[in-house]
């Protein structure tokens, strides 16, 4: 029986829920050096607490595995096993990986790194030993003819995948080539890592430009007198890692030859990093040689949605048919996307031959910023476009953002997100939030952490810059651990960090799931304003939420399997659905209030500035399906097969072919593209889960009203999709949703 919120109830925890984050928080350095309690787990008392856990962890790992090696098991003990092993791991892995991305410690960044580097090199070189291989192998031909109980549908599924990175790993090589193996690999994780690094970094620190009075019309005049310094020079110096700045001087400097400077500027690069990018990719070109594959992207796609529904799985022979559905989706993409982006710069080319100001009326990539200015002022009305949108900012403080999330996954899944206590020194910045995930029924389901404001530039190391979702732990059965793998458990653990589930009529014991979502937000003022945040960064929110909701929502008993660890081009799919509620104009509607009147958004001002954000929304997505092009370019044989590899004039060719605005000579933009190392071979699958999603909601929800409809259709995704993470196919999943998956398979491969 569901616990029905009164309203008052909903209104105070909502109230609640908006303060924690709008309110201005404390000091940005309380708890910043504070390691010993992150997340509430208990470190060794050590200068470096990380290197001397992921050691600890590591020799956990290896009794594991010879307990695994030493005899004869059953599949169900076997692979119980090898998911603890991971799992041991991985509590390590997944929280260092975390503290390098947003820890303002460098000392402590320094220390995880470290621990990280350690645990990667010695889980590759589990990922190829035979002897761990050979008993699954075993256990698995026994299923078949030995007298022993059953095991259970997520086991097989597990069995099978984790016998799937064994063979990704290479365990066929020869003993010479498998040690290989391990080193390339290693040395893809310290170039992917390298590459992350320098992504956010530019070649040259400012330009300067002659005349900078005369040259800078139409910029701000408050900003000219920065750069001249304070008009007491005749030179203009722009910087160019400070990403506002630039940005401004693109879109509003008449000159264009300035433009084109700064544009130059931000988009070049030095031998450096394009040689880093480039060494990863042969990297990974030489892995793939090492397995037999034609290509890295044959090697990466082989288990994706990509293939066909129903197909079953063939390691060896069916890549190739996978690369090409990928190739034939975005190419019809395009073919489908590419006139309407065409008519857009069209509009541009008008604007810019009424300016005058040059013969060649060809938008340029510097042009796209300052003539898209004047394309917004015709759409919808005359006011002026910032001001506008800076009215329609006052109603979505990220307090009342996330309030409304938590409103609309109640009505889809029961859910709400409940302000928690984080004890001193469980978070690594005063910014971050602590925030139970609670079921109506059930209760607290997982944790997560939010840190979604930008740091000030003196404020520790660097913190991720962009938005994403790191999962800390992943949820899984832990009540027989000692059955199959004959000691207590330990390493990384927290206070009231498992929960009690009844599963087939009896209660069983599994880990809480954690979760971080970060952002990078501007900070509340201190003087009492929240952060408020545009459509565009309301819709972020929504994405990452369902990255979180989508981890948390598993039922599975193996970590192998739960939350996002499934086919990287369904892990976009529960994202995209829930951030699809943040482009419905009535959701946002039910959603914005001011923060200092209270009062509604009118639904109008929210369909006037989706009109001015929707003007190059064809450009935009054009721009995406080149960078998806791109990265399977990067990642095809032609690449592997290539003496000289160019990653330069690869761009140059996929740009001029697939996008509407000309390739600009002299650029490196590949080596600002940080996908290219956490989603190689990927990059697709945010086109291929938008799809998906698409049908999700059309089917679900279309032409429904009232709040029985939202939760029938939130509880068939909850049942069929989520909570199943990556223990059964996807194209399943949507079949039993309602789906017509042949249809959908038509639509997605025309």
């Not at 503290?99 to 220390?111: F, G, I």
């Not at 645990?119 to 699954?136: I, K, P």
């Not at 995948?161 to 391990?182: A, E, P, T, Y």
């Not at 604007?351 to 200015?373: C, M, P, V």
Request: charged share 25%; proline share 3%; net charge neutral.
């Amino acid at each position: 029986m569901r616990r029905a919120l009164s309203t008052a109830t909903a209104a105070r925890l909502d109230r609640n829920l908006q303060q924690l984050f709008d309110k201005p928080p404390v000091s940005a350095h309380a708890f910043a050096r504070e390691t010993a309690g992150l997340f509430g787990y208990s470190l060794p008392p050590t200068r470096t607490p990380w290197t001397s856990a992921a050691r600890a962890s590591a020799e956990r790992a290896r009794r594991l595995a010879a307990r695994v090696a030493a005899s004869p098991l059953s599949l169900t003990a076997t692979v119980k096993l090898l998911d603890a092993l991971s799992d041991e791991l991985c509590s390590v892995l997944d929280v260092t990986e975390l503290v390098l991305n947003v820890h303002p410690a460098k000392d402590v960044v320094r220390d995880a790194a470290e621990a990280n580097a350690l645990l990667t090199s010695f889980m590759n070189e589990l990922n190829t030993d035979v002897g761990l291989y050979q008993a699954l192998k075993d256990a698995m031909d026994r299923v078949t003819y030995v007298n022993e109980p059953q095991p259970s549908e997520q086991t097989k599924t597990v069995a099978e995948l984790l016998m799937r990175d064994f063979q990704k790993s290479g365990i066929h090589l020869s003993g010479n080539d498998r040690r290989k193996f391990v080193a390339v690999s290693d040395d893809i994780l310290s170039l992917g890592n390298r590459f992350v690094r320098a992504c956010s970094q530019f070649s040259c620190e400012s330009v300067e430009v002659e005349n900078g009075r005369n040259r800078l019309l139409g910029v701000d005049e408050r900003l000219v007198k920065q750069l001249t310094k304070q008009g007491q020079s005749k030179t203009a110096i722009i910087p160019i890692d400070n990403s506002v700045i630039p940005a401004m001087i693109l879109k509003t400097a008449r000159d264009e030859d300035v433009r084109r400077i700064v544009y130059l500027a931000m988009n070049s690069s030095n031998e450096e990093a394009l040689w880093t990018v480039e060494e990863m990719l042969r990297k990974r070109a030489e892995l793939a040689k090492l397995l037999g594959k034609v290509s890295y992207a044959q090697l990466w796609l082989s288990d994706k949605m990509a293939r066909s529904p129903g197909l079953s799985f063939n390691y060896c022979g069916i890549s190739k048919r996978f690369l090409e559905t990928v190739m034939r989706f975005l190419t019809a993409l395009s073919a489908e996307n590419k006139p309407l982006a065409i008519a857009e710069v069209g509009k541009l080319q008008d604007i810019k031959r009424a300016h005058g100001r040059t013969n060649n009326s060809q938008i340029l990539a510097w042009d796209e910023l300052f003539y898209s200015q004047f394309l917004n002022a015709s759409v919808a009305n005359t006011t002026p476009a910032s001001a506008v949108v800076g009215s329609l900012r006052a109603y979505f403080s990220v307090g009342t953002v996330i309030a409304g999330i938590s409103a609309l996954l109640q009505r889809l899944y029961g859910l709400r997100l409940e302000p928690a206590t984080a004890l001193p020194g469980e978070t690594w910045h005063a910014d971050v939030r602590k925030v139970h995930i609670v079921h109506e029924d059930e209760g607290v389901v997982g944790v997560v952490y939010l840190d979604l404001f930008a740091r000030s530039d003196g404020d520790g190391a660097a913190k991720f810059d962009g938005a994403a979702q790191f999962t800390v732990r992943c949820s899984r059965r832990v009540d027989d651990y000692e059955e199959f793998c004959g000691e207590r458990r330990s390493g990384l653990r927290a206070p009231d960090s498992e929960v009690v589930r009844i599963q087939d009529g009896r209660a069983t014991l599994y880990q809480l799931p954690i979760v971080v979502l970060v952002t990078q937000f501007d900070r509340p003022a201190s003087t009492g304003v929240p952060c408020l945040l545009g459509l565009n960064e309301v819709e972020t929110l929504f994405h990452e939420m369902g990255h979180v909701m989508h981890s948390v929502m598993a039922r599975t008993d193996y970590q192998h399997i739960s939350g996002t660890r499934c086919a990287l081009d369904f892990v976009e799919v529960p994202s995209n659905f829930l951030q699809s509620f943040a482009r419905d104009d009535e959701v946002l509607a039910s959603i914005g209030t001011h923060y200092s009147t209270g009062e509604k958004v009118p639904i109008e001002m929210i369909r006037n500035i989706r009109a001015r954000h929707d003007v190059l929304e064809s450009v935009e997505k054009q721009k995406q399906i080149k960078m998806a092009v791109l990265d399977q370019m990067y990642h095809s044989a032609e690449q592997m097969e290539s003496v000289n590899f160019d990653t330069t004039r690869m761009l140059r060719s996929v740009q001029n072919e697939i996008h509407v605005i000309p390739y600009a000579e002299g650029t490196h933009w590949q080596t600002q593209f940080s996908h290219l190392f956490s989603y190689g071979a990927s990059y697709y699958s945010y086109f291929w889960a938008r799809r998906v999603s698409d049908a999700l909601r059309d089917r679900m929800f279309s032409g429904l009203s009232g709040e029985d409809s939202l939760r029938e259709g939130g509880e068939v995704i909850k049942n069929e999709l989520l909570q199943w993470g990556g223990g059964r196919d996807p194209w399943v999943g949507l079949g039993k949703a309602g789906i017509d998956i042949d249809d959908l398979s038509r639509h997605i491969n025309q």
